[in-house]
């Protein structure tokens, strides 16, 4: 028999994603911060600050496609159910 699902709070969504960009968009920052070799470099250069975004909302719609979990969600034990 399939239990039901139950929905989650909105706080704890909030705090999945929080989760998620420390896990996957702050990296990314980090990267482009370091290849570009300055703050101001890294603050000028706009194609790169939307870059980061996309890679990070790429990242994310892989792992919902793939597991139905981001790493965020995961952690507590949350899926995305369609």
């Given at each position: 028999m399939k239990t039901k699902a139950k929905i989650s709070s909105r706080w704890l969504r909030?705090?999945?994603?929080?989760?998620?960009?420390?896990?996957i968009y702050i990296p990314i920052l980090y990267l482009f911060y370091f290849?570009?070799?300055?703050?101001?470099?890294?603050?000028?250069?706009?194609?790169?600050?939307?870059?980061?975004?996309?890679?990070?909302?790429?990242?994310?719609?892989?792992?919902l496609t793939k597991k139905a979990q981001s790493p965020g969600l995961k952690a507590y034990d949350l899926y995305l159910i369609d």
């Open positions: 909030f705090r999945a994603l929080l989760i998620d960009i420390f896990l290849l570009l070799g300055s703050k101001e470099a890294f603050l000028n250069n706009h194609f790169i600050t939307t870059l980061c975004t996309f890679l990070f909302g790429l990242i994310q719609a892989i792992f």
